[in-house]
């Protein structure tokens, strides 16, 4: 007799509610699958001041930084999806997402003439990967309104 049976597990993690759902009842694979989830929000948030991401942004225009492999690939991926044509996917869209301030304090709906000015910083083609050092740099600099990395977020 088969057990069709789902085993719900959830967390916040990378500022969500994860549901997790396994067709057996492990909490230890569960435990395993939130440590990998918290493992890449520590790599990739933009909501800390730490992160190997937030590296990449607070040294936009400036020099690039070497990144370990998994954060480069992932990047890499995400600026792939980013140049198909006609992609809905943005790697760069940090600075218009961050307008809104969805799930922070202060949140509301940004006017047109703010979103115009933030879409020039939303171009994934600004992003250079170099492969041999694992590195990623942001090409426009930051300007006296702050610096890139205040306003450019690589979101996957």
Known sequence: MSDNR????????????????LCSH????ASRVFQLIKRYEDLLTVNRA????????????????????????LIQ????ASMVRDS?????IGPLVKLWRIGFHGH??????DIRARLALTRPQE??????????????????????????????
Do not use: W
Not at 88 to 92: D, G, P, R, T, Y
Not at 127 to 148: H, N
């Open 26 to 29: 492990d909490e230890a694979m």
């Open 88 to 92: 809905a996917f943005n790697l760069a």
């Open 127 to 156: 992003v250079i990967l170099d492969e041999a050092t694992c590195s990623v740099f942001l090409q426009q600099p930051g300007d006296g309104a702050g610096s890139r990395g205040d306003r450019q977020r690589l979101y996957r």
């Open 77 to 80: 991926c995400a600026k792939a």
């Open 6 to 21: 789902v085993y719900s597990y959830s967390a916040v993690l990378m500022g969500s509610p994860i549901l997790l759902k």
């Open 50 to 73: 730490e992160s190997q991401v937030m590296d990449i942004n607070h040294a936009a225009g400036r020099h690039p930084v070497t990144v370990s492999r998994p954060v480069f690939q």
């Open 108 to 113: 509301s709906v940004p006017d047109a003439a």
